[in-house]
Structure formats: C-alpha cells, structure tokens
C-alpha cells in the first residue's frame, strides 16, 4: 500500500505547488500592471496645465491688450479645453487597455499552467498504461464495470474481487491465506496460502483475457481478428 500513498500524496504536494505558482503568478502580474498603471497616470500631465500657461501668458504679459493679443489668447485657451478633454479620453483608453492586458495575461498564465499539467498527466497516463477512473461492482450482474468497460466474471472471480476491493477501500492488505479464509468462512490458520493465490490468479486471468479483447485484440464477427491500435503506434524490432 506504500506506493500507492505516496503516488497519492505526490499528486497532492504537486496539485498544491500547481495552485501556489497560479496564485503567485496572477499576484505578480496584477501587482506589475497596476505600478505600471500608476506610474503612467502620475507621469502624464495634468489635464489643465494647458489652460494654467496661457493664463500665465496673460498674467506675464501686460502688453498683450490689443484686439488681435486678446482674441490669440481665447484661441489658446480654447485650444488648452481641448487638448485636456482629449487628454482626459487618452486616461480612460489607457486604463481599459490595461484591464484588458491585466486578464489576457493572467488567461495566458493559467492555461500554460493547465496545459503543463495536462502533459504531465498524460504523460503518467503513457507510463502507466491502463488507468482506472472508475470501478463499479455488480454481483446481480456478475460484471465489474471498469472505466465504463463491462466485464463478466464467474461467481468465485466475483468474490475474491468483491473481497478486494473491500480490503482497499479499508486501506488493508490481504494474504492468500486470508482471501481463502474470508470466501470459504475458515479461520485464516486452516486455510493455504496457495488457494488465496489460485483464486488471485483465476480472477487475473479471467479479467485479463477480457481487458485483452476489449482494449487490444479485437474480434470482428465473421471476419476475424485484428489489434485496436493505430498503425502509426505499431514497432516490430
């Protein structure tokens, strides 16, 4: 059972580590766009600093008071009103463009993130060939359902998986002796070792040569045989 634990408990650690990059990674670049943000804003000019200068002009410069000065100046000025409302729309596309930037980059971030789990998941899926998700026991039926594959099993191959599985849900080991004690209802000390063994291996060939004709060798009614497997995924050497 120690393996099984500590596959269990390193999919766990690696999930957690997972999270934790996620949640620093959007922290980080959240944290990034606004000091950005806010140095932009600071460092962009005041809206009405335009308007302030010409009516520095005005203050600085006594002289201006003919027609011709005074109606320059209102065209100045106009001009400042102008450029502080175009200013004022340059924040507000400002500031959605870097909302927008904020949620492309945090989208970008998680799915790398989930696209690096997934290849490594596949990748233990590669290396451990056949992966149980789900297993579903029917003794009306007499079919372990596995990954919604359906298979039928003989009454004994039945009960010894049914023991099985119980002892796993329990997190226990069972010896041959005791899988023999618990099917027959003997005490384990009369039972042998080598009929929990046969039982063990009845059951593996029986399950076996059916997991074999579902997911590897194919029977094709009146044509025959033949592997379900890609060609491109075929070596012979």
Do not use: W
Request: net charge negative; hydrophobic share 50%.
């Amino acid at each position: 059972m120690t393996p099984v634990t500590e596959s269990t408990g390193f999919a766990a650690d690696a999930r957690r580590v997972g999270t934790r990059v996620v949640v620093i990674g959007v922290a980080a670049i959240v944290a990034a766009l606004v000091i950005g943000g806010l140095v932009l804003f600071l460092t962009l000019p005041d809206a009405g600093v335009f308007n302030d200068r010409v009516e520095r002009i005005f203050v600085e410069n006594d002289t201006l008071t003919g027609d011709a000065e005074i109606r320059l100046l209102e065209i100045l000025a106009q001009s400042g009103t102008a450029f502080a409302e175009t200013l004022a729309g340059y924040r507000i596309v400002i500031f959605v463009l870097l909302v927008f930037a904020t949620a492309l980059l945090i989208a970008a971030l998680v799915f790398l993130v989930i696209l690096v789990t997934l290849n490594r998941r596949m990748a233990e899926i590669e290396r451990a060939g056949i992966e149980v998700n789900s297993l579903l026991i029917s003794r009306e039926e007499k079919t372990v359902y596995l990954n919604n594959h359906g298979f039928k099993l003989t009454d004994a191959a039945m009960e010894t998986l049914s023991i099985l599985a119980e002892a796993r849900l329990d997190d226990e080991m069972l010896t041959g002796a005791q899988i023999e004690a618990m099917i027959s209802g003997r005490r384990a000390e009369d039972c042998d070792e080598a009929a929990g063994a046969t039982r063990i291996k009845r059951l593996r060939d029986t399950l076996g040569n059916q997991l074999v004709s579902e997911l590897l060798v194919r029977n094709i009614a009146r044509r025959g045989y033949m592997l379900s497997v890609g060609k491109d995924v075929i070596r012979v050497v």
